[in-house]
């Protein structure tokens, strides 16, 4: 069983900056998808950032790209995402995720995630960002 823990979030006025980690334990394939997910109330639930555990190969939604950044510590098993000049529609819940035994290429519809091909989930990390 594979169990993933969030930290991070908060909340941030306009062109501030937060951070989220997040850390899996269990039996984790060494190709592996992880990253994040987000969903505003209202709305479909969204990846943000993904990475291949172990590889360089990466995914940003368009509304993120420039602004934050994914990163891994492969040893860990843990993903990183650092926002920066964040913007009061990057408000929502944030989610971790992971699909062990699968790049993100192979998961990749060419233009997004879909959160059901997604086994593994964190709690959730609200970020709330003001105007």
């Known amino acids: 069983q594979v169990h993933l823990v969030e930290s991070g979030g908060g909340s941030v006025q306009a062109g501030g900056s937060l951070s989220l980690s997040c850390e899996a334990s269990?039996?984790?394939?060494?190709?592996?998808?992880m990253g994040w997910f987000r969903q505003a109330p209202g709305k479909e639930r969204e990846g943000v950032a993904l990475?291949?555990?172990?590889?360089?190969?990466?995914y940003y939604t368009d509304s993120v790209k420039g602004r934050f950044t994914i990163s891994q510590d492969n040893a860990k098993n843990a993903v990183y995402l650092q926002m920066n000049s964040l913007k009061p529609e990057d408000t929502a819940m944030y989610y971790c995720?992971?699909?062990?035994?699968?790049?993100?290429?192979?998961?990749?519809?060419?233009?997004?995630?879909?959160?059901?091909?997604?086994?593994?989930w964190g709690q959730g990390s609200r970020v709330t960002v003001s105007s």
């Open positions: 995720a992971l699909e062990s035994g699968r790049d993100c290429f192979s998961l990749s519809l060419g233009v997004n995630f879909r959160s059901e091909d997604f086994t593994y």
């Open positions: 269990g039996t984790i394939y060494s190709t592996s998808c």
């Open positions: 990475q291949t555990l172990g590889s360089k190969w990466t």
